[in-house]
């Protein structure tokens, strides 16, 4: 485990503010990752609502490093555990839905999945594809996610934002830099809600969207696996999974991490899986391409916390 930044027993929930939301010291976060795997959080907060988490940052010491993650479906946290405080936004302040005609702001602690009902209800479309992304709003904004030939970029109005002093402040698409599943959104900038754009749409259409998107991933991902999705980004005009498989990639095995037979760009932990065999068996995939084809494949899946 990483060395305590604060000292032995004690030291780091001590020193922090007191606040109306919870803190648990020494949480293992592999139970809060697709994954299934990463070592423990010094302490986990999940701040009450906004004026709880301004009052954590504002008031915290400011050498406690903060780490903010949502659904986990994206995340590699490694055996080591993350240093200082990890962040989630589990409230329920933290997950509503309001609806201002076809566009919707969404809390960024709600699930992607919990949207599908209410969109289905008001009848607006255009945002079927979030609903099969796994993970929440906040991680989905974060990594611009997309898939189906969509990403949020497209349908992003606004942002509401917190950054490490507790200001908030209402940023647009524009304000991102968004790219290819990632953006120049500062580290330290903290979701808290999204306005996105839908447009009028009948319920049985919605509906049927959603239900063929949910088919398809089925048939193609192995969606019920301990996964993060895809492990590399596409290199510019090229598939990664057709680099990978390539490159003989398809059966390589590290510990209990493995290659799905499914798609070659998505890494499994057979159960039995170390977040340090599931790091190894993807560089030496990057290798392997490298080798193969002198491209690099970048990681899209978003590494964390230390070695142990
Ligand atoms: C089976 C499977 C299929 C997938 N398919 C797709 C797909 O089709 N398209 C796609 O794009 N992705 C896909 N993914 C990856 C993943 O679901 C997305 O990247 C998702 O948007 C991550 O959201 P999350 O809430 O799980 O974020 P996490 O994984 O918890 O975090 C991801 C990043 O977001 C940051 N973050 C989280 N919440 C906040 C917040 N409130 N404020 C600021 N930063 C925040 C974290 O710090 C981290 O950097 C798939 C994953 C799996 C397991």
Known sequence: MFEKLFGTSDGLKDML???RGQYIENVKLAKYTWFGVGGPAEVLFLPKDTDDLKTFLVRKPQAVPVTIIGGGSNLLIRDGGIPGVVIRLDAPEFSKITFNGTEVTLGAGLRNADLKKELIKRGVGGLEFICSVPGRIGGLIRTNAGCFNRSVDEVL???H????WGEVYEVGAEDFNFKYRSSMFPDNWIVLDVTLK???SKPEEIQK???EQAEYRKAHQPINKKTAGSTFKNPEGLAAWKLISEAGCKDLKVGGAEVSDMHCNFLINNGKATAEDIENLGEMIVEKVKEKTSITLEWE???MGVKK
């Open 17 to 19: 503010p007191k606040v």
């Open 157 to 159: 109005v606004k942002a």
């Open 161 to 164: 934002i917190m950054n490490e």
């Open 198 to 200: 839908g447009i009028e």
């Open 209 to 211: 969207i959603i239900d």
């Open 301 to 303: 899946v978003r590494r």
